[in-house]
Nanobody, 121 residues
Framework: QVQLVESGGGLVQAGGSLRLSCAASGRTFASYSMAWFRQAPGKEREFVASDTSIGIRYYTDSVKGRFTISRDNAKSTLYLQMNSLRPEDTAVYFC???????????????WGQGTQVTVSS
């Protein structure tokens, strides 16, 4: 399994932006389907966005037009650019990985420890 470490979370006002990063171990990053999930207090974990091993990207409806998923294969890093943040985006954000193709919300084999994003109103 690949090791994943998220960073970039923090406290931001509504309307602001954050960029999350997920650094992966290993040398086959380009072959992985990667995704971002989030979990708000008292709620189940939900799919946010994915970047598949064949280059197709998916987004949940609530973040379309505001969030952008991308990757840098040379750096083995996944990103999530989050703009126009809303209080309802407050959650712990996790990255996930699967070697090969995965569509949208998985299942995924490897998970990071999460990074907190808090959006104040």
């Amino acid at each position: 399994q690949v090791q994943l470490v998220e960073s970039g979370g923090g406290l931001v006002q509504a309307g602001g932006s954050l960029r999350l990063s997920c650094a992966a171990s290993g040398r086959t990053f380009a072959s992985y389907s990667m995704a971002w999930f989030r979990q708000a207090p008292g709620k189940e974990r939900e799919f946010v966005a994915s970047d598949t091993s064949i280059g197709i990207r998916y987004y949940t409806d609530s973040v379309k037009g505001r969030f952008t998923i991308s990757r840098d294969n040379a750096k083995s890093t996944l990103y999530l650019q989050m703009n126009s943040l809303r209080p309802e985006d407050t959650a712990v954000y996790f990255c996930a990985a699967h070697l090969g193709f995965r569509s949208r919300d998985g299942p995924y084999d490897s998970w990071g420890q999460g990074t907190q994003v808090t959006v104040s109103s």
